[in-house]
């Protein structure tokens, strides 16, 4: 069964950081999407079985860095330099291997993990 627990949310002022974490029980690719309130599932970054690639939304590059430690099954994205529009809940999702859809497309994750809220304020 595949188990994805996040962690790591909570609240910031605008321009801090936070650091969100998501252990998986074996190793995927994966990806991070957010829901704000009233607002649709949206794609934020991505990161290769290997680690060799990653993919970011244009409203978050430069801010925001997807990693992982394939050691521990864990990724992880380190958000710097907040918005109150990056207010969401996250969710960090697994790729099957060698599945066709986008990286940015949720249709690609078959697997989801519980959503972490982050608010940051302004």
């Known amino acids: 069964q595949v188990q994805l627990v996040e962690s790591g949310g909570g609240l910031v002022q605008a321009g801090g950081s936070l650091r969100l974490s998501c252990a998986a029980s074996?190793?995927?690719?994966m990806g991070w999407f957010r829901q704000a309130p009233g607002k649709e599932l949206a794609f934020v970054a991505a990161?290769?079985?290997?680690?060799?690639?990653?993919y970011y939304a244009d409203s978050v590059k430069g801010r925001f860095t997807i990693s992982r430690d394939n050691a521990k099954n864990t990724v992880y994205l380190q958000m710097n330099s907040l918005k109150p529009e990056d207010t969401a809940v996250y969710y960090c999702?697994?790729?099957?291997?060698?599945?066709?859809?986008?990286?940015?497309?949720?249709?690609?994750?078959?697997?989801w993990g519980q959503g972490t809220q982050v608010t940051v304020s302004s």
């Open positions: 074996r190793r995927y690719a």
């Open positions: 990161i290769t079985w290997t680690g060799s690639s990653t």
């Open positions: 999702a697994a790729r099957i291997l060698g599945g066709s859809s986008p990286y940015t497309s949720s249709q690609g994750y078959p697997y």
